[in-house]
C-alpha cells in the first residue's frame, strides 16, 4: 500500500520561512518523480514544485520560483519544500504527489492530471 505522510504545516506569519516534509512507503521512490500541490480556500488544486526522479532536475509554479525550494533524499524515501517568504496567498492545503516514470516539467505542465498517488495534506496558514 502507497502512502505519502505530509509533515510540517502551521500557522507563521507572512515573511516567515517553513519547511514541509513528505514520506513515502510502499512504492520504489526513486523511481517516481515527487512533487507539490496546494488548495487554498475556495480554489482548486494547483502545482507547486516537482523533482525528478533521477537527476534532480527541479520545476516550479511561477508565483514560488525564487522562494520555494524543492529537493529530495531518495535515502530517506523523502521530499522536502522549503518556503521562504511566505505570503498570505500561500495559504493552503498542501499535497504531495507521485508520478511514475515522469520528469518534473511533466509534471507541473500536467499539473493534476496523470498523478499516480497523493497524500492527504497538511495545513499551511499565512497570517499577514
Known amino acids: 500500500q502507497v502512502r505519502l505522510e505530509e509533515e510540517g504545516g502551521r500557522l507563521v506569519q507572512a515573511g516567515a520561512s517553513l519547511r514541509l516534509s513528505c514520506a513515502a512507503s510502499g512504492l520504489t521512490f526513486n523511481m517516481y518523480t515527487m512533487g507539490w500541490f496546494r488548495q487554498g480556500p475556495g480554489k482548486e488544486r494547483e502545482f507547486v514544485a516537482a523533482?525528478?526522479?533521477?537527476?534532480?532536475?527541479?520545476y516550479y509554479a511561477e508565483p514560488v520560483k525564487g522562494r520555494f525550494t524543492i529537493s529530495r533524499d531518495n535515502a530517506k524515501n523523502t521530499v522536502y519544500l522549503q518556503m521562504n517568504s511566505l505570503k498570505p496567498e500561500d495559504t493552503a492545503v498542501y499535497y504531495c504527489?507521485?508520478?511514475?516514470?515522469?520528469?518534473?516539467?511533466?509534471?507541473?505542465?500536467?499539473?493534476?492530471?496523470?498523478?499516480?498517488?497523493w497524500g492527504n495534506g497538511t495545513l499551511v496558514t499565512v497570517s499577514s
Open positions: 523533482i525528478s526522479r533521477n537527476d534532480g532536475s527541479t
Open positions: 504527489a507521485a508520478r511514475r516514470w515522469s520528469t518534473a516539467q511533466t509534471m507541473g505542465v500536467a499539473s493534476i492530471n496523470g498523478v499516480d498517488y
